[in-house]
């Protein structure tokens, strides 16, 4: 079967990775297809559109598996081992087929900080039903998969609010 289905990579400085995958999730829910977003970094900015999930039912389902990332030193591994297992997460979902459109969110920083490989990556990819859409977001992205990537964006911060003090907005921030 030919693949319809493409490899799609929000990366950058700017804000709007992440939210843009939601956007995509969006429209694509309005066709009634199905969609998955693994999140691979736990943050406190997450919330809404965990929230939001549960109003569409069976057609969205959303998995906040990854650590913290809290580059402390003394839990490298068990973030290593939070990673490892939510890349296990998605492959399993990639081999199920069950989804059309899949992202998966900050996936960009396991590979960077070499908890993943990026062979495995691309293999998993490439392994995925013809039809299925996948997303990646996060800064950094590796060159294999900007490579093996149908359609890259690179989101360029001009002005943050956070530059000039102001503090994280609820439903638009998390
Ligand atoms: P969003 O989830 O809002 O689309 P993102 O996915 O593009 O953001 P991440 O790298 O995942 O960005 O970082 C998430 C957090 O970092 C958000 O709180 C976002 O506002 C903040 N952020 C993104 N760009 C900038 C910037 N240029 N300066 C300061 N903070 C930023
Ligand atoms: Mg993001």
Same mark, same amino acid.
């Given at each position: 079967m030919p693949r319809t289905g493409l490899l799609i990579v929000n990366t950058g400085e700017g804000k709007g990775k992440t939210t843009a995958a939601l956007g995509l999730a969006f429209r694509a829910l309005g066709h009634g297809l199905r969609v998955c977003m693994i999140q691979f970094i736990k943050g406190p900015w997450n919330y809404g559109e965990q929230k939001a999930a549960q109003r569409f039912g069976d057609l969205l389902e959303i998995h906040t598996l $990854?650590? $913290?990332?809290?580059?402390d030193s003394a839990n490298l591994a068990e973030d290593t081992r939070l990673a490892r297992e939510a890349w296990d997460f998605a492959k399993q979902t990639i081999a199920e087929a069950r989804h059309d459109l899949l992202i998966l969110d900050e996936l960009t920083y396991l590979i960077e900080y070499r908890m993943i490989a990026e062979g495995e990556v691309l293999e998993a990819l490439r392994s995925r039903s013809p039809g299925m859409h996948v997303v990646i977001t996060g800064r950094n992205v590796s060159q294999g998969l900007l490579h093996a990537a149908d359609l890259v964006t690179e989101m360029q911060s001009v002005k943050h609010p956070f530059d000039f003090g102001v503090k994280a907005q609820r439903g638009i921030e998390y």
């Open positions: $990854g650590g $913290g990332f809290t580059w």
